[in-house]
């Protein structure tokens, strides 16, 4: 089954073919990086206009890279949820147009569970159940995946997430967008005990996450230097924030993976594709002797191989959305709606 596959919930146009979930025929994101670096992060407006000028191009592109037009394909699939609302209106009306015109079942896919999906496109064999730690610029969640389409979240923030937390932290340093990716490359040269940072926690929820508290240290510890005229040493405390974040990740994370008993255990998202997470992760699967789950770094960030990988299995449970489709800004991963 090949199913053409769209994304544009936040700030990359892609477009990819995808066969039987598993099997990349083509991939193709278009980025806006550079649109949005002047302004230290995405610029709603920005990235609804420079989608609707790329997605035709992008699509046409996968299609030519997978060498199939749109006869050949068997469904259309897009990210309806969640994410910048704009953003989504753009893919979720240009794969109406095209289900319309071709006639071709419209598979509506959640954002999310297109990140878990990326780890079945990395690792063929890999099969539910398993535990997912979901990091990115908007999300933090620790899921169970009992089935393919099967998910119940466990843990999740209750204010920043970990990439929306890294990034902020960044840019108070002074550090160029994209923050978290420039922060972790920082933080390589430095010393992660030089500067004493906290580990917030959510009394009578152990496993949910608040990053809110760690962000505001770190911007007062910039805040204090300049006005005593101190100079910080970024290395030092780009390194220092990476191990706070990353501790309170894996904290959680192991947590519940001996609670709830599993032995599998994935990352998907934005942040997964941070070295010092993946370092951790490793070391303690090691240690705790489970499976570890890591998407090729290719497909840790947006993109549409795995809205396509994750839209197989949603098709095969009978979720085909109508023409009435809409796009959500927010929507639960464990009970959406289309």
Known sequence: ??????????????????????????????????????????VPEIASRMHIEAISAVVDEALEKASVTLSDLDA??????PGLIGALLVGVNFAKGL????????????????HIASNYLTYPDLEPPFMCLVVSGGH??????????????????????????????????????PG?????KIAANGNDLAYCLPHPRVDG?????????????????????????????????????????????????????EEFGYKKLALAGGVSANSVLRRRMKELS???????????????????AMIGSQAYYEFKKGNVASQSLNAYATMPIDNPVF
Request: aromatic share 6%; proline share 2%.
């Open 286 to 304: 090691v240690q705790h002797g489970w499976q570890l789950f890591l998407p090729e770094l290719s497909l840790c960030g947006d993109n549409a």
């Open 76 to 81: 259309i699939a897009v990210t309806y949820a």
């Open 1 to 42: 089954m090949k199913i053409l596959a769209i994304e544009s919930s936040c700030d990359e146009t892609a477009a990819a073919v995808v066969e039987n979930g598993r099997k990349i025929l083509s991939s193709v994101v278009a980025t806006q990086i550079e649109s949005h670096k002047i302004f230290g992060g995405v």
């Open 180 to 184: 978290g990716v420039n922060l972790d």
């Open 140 to 177: 933090s969640h620790i899921v169970t995946v009992d089935d393919y389409t099967s998910f119940k979240i466990i843990g999740k923030t209750r204010d920043d997430a970990a990439g929306e937390c890294l990034d902020k932290a960044a840019r108070a340093m002074g550090i160029p967008y």
């Open 99 to 114: 289900s319309l015109a071709t006639g071709l079942p419209l598979i509506p896919v959640h954002h999310l569970r297109g």
């Open 205 to 257: 929820s152990e496993y949910d996450f608040s990053f809110s508290g760690l962000k505001t240290a770190a911007i007062n510890i910039i805040h204090n230097a300049e006005q005593k005229g101190e100079k910080i040493n970024r290395e030092d405390l780009c390194a220092s924030y990476l191990k706070a974040v990353t501790d309170c990740l894996c904290k959680n994370t192991v947590k519940a993976m």
